[in-house]
């Protein structure tokens, strides 16, 4: 079995910092892309940034210059570094992997954090 447990949400003042973690574990055999997600009352969930097993990152517009993510291939763990942050950056964010296990070393599943909210007030 694979869980992927997210740590580092809060509450913060626009303009302040969080640092997400989301640590990976159980019966993995690799990992490809590591990705955050994010999801809004009221709206639909959107890809925030992704990472590569190779450490290739994307970014959505709206976060680029303020978020950075990367990851510990050691630990299994990506981190989400949010800077400046915004009242509308304010959302349940979601960690997600897309990887092989070792009972099937040649498939790839998607995965799913549990979520960890992020409130930003003005």
């Known amino acids: 079995q694979v869980q992927l447990v997210e740590s580092g949400g809060g509450s913060v003042q626009a303009g302040g910092s969080l640092r997400l973690s989301c640590a990976a574990s159980?019966?993995?055999?690799?990992?490809?892309?590591m990705d955050w997600y994010r999801q809004a009352p009221g709206k639909q969930r959107e890809l925030v940034a992704v990472?590569?097993?190779?450490?290739?990152?994307n970014y959505v517009d709206s976060v680029k210059g303020r978020f950075t993510i990367s990851r510990d291939n050691a630990k299994n763990t990506v981190y989400l570094q949010m800077n400046s942050l915004k009242p509308e950056d304010t959302a349940v964010y979601y960690c997600h992997a897309v990887l092989a296990t070792l009972r099937f070393p040649s498939a790839t599943f998607s995965y799913w954090g549990q979520g960890t909210q992020v409130t930003v007030s003005s």
């Open positions: 990472i590569t097993s190779g450490g290739g990152t």
């Open positions: 159980g019966s993995i055999f690799s990992i490809n892309d």
